[in-house]
């Protein structure tokens, strides 16, 4: 895909497209909230506000989920009965349920290909996810999170593992 295309692309269904306006500059960065302070497996507070909070185009270094623990921990857990949960760094709301339509083995050898975690259309939950127009892939609360990088098989969504290494916050209880 040409540059000035990719500005302009558009993705069809199931893909939520998102507004510019949900990157704007907010409290910290283009989020309300920092980053938690316990990330899951391990990944580094550190990187991980600057890739969700602090930046647009730029990821994770090739391979850096390979060097988490991770792949070690979720080994053995993980299948396609028994996905793995990835939440928001900053927020802690689901953005990802993955493997689902293939192993977790499957789900880590495409990852491993391609640098990044790597989800297609089944595994993102949108209620939170959305795509902006240059593929840039960022959930509704202003996180950072890839980009949607289209092959073969579809769409690929192509994500900075610290940017969905968050711990689930809980929902707060609505009486009537």
């Known amino acids: 895909m040409g540059e000035a295309q ?4 558009s993705y069809g269904p199931p893909v939520v497209m ?17 980053v938690q302070d316990n990330l899951r497996w391990g990944c580094d507070k550190k990187l991980a506000n600057k890739i969700c909070n602090y930046n647009r185009h730029y990821a994770e270094n090739s391979g850096y989920f390979i060097k988490t623990k991770f792949i ?24 990802f349920v ?23 259309d089944e595994e993102v939950d949108w209620t939170y996810v959305r795509v902006l127009r240059g593929g840039e892939v960022v959930s509704v609360d202003g996180t ?22 968050g711990r689930p916050v809980a929902e707060p209880v609505v009486t009537e």
Request: with cysteine; hydrophobic share 25%; aromatic share 8%.
């Open 98 to 120: 993955a493997p689902k339509g293939r192993s977790f083995e499957e789900f880590v050898k495409e990852s491993r290909s391609h640098g990044w975690p790597s989800f297609r």
């Open 18 to 34: 998102g507004g510019e306006y949900i990157m704007n500059k907010k409290a910290h960065g283009t989020s309300h909230t920092p």
């Open 144 to 165: 950072h999170l890839g980009h949607n990088l289209p092959d073969g098989k579809g769409n690929r969504y192509c994500i900075n593992l610290v940017c969905v290494a």
């Open 6 to 9: 990719s500005k302009t692309a």
């Open 72 to 95: 070690k921990e979720e080994m053995g857990k993980a299948s396609e009965k028994t996905p793995i949960n990835f939440h928001d760094s900053n927020t802690g709301k689901l953005l």
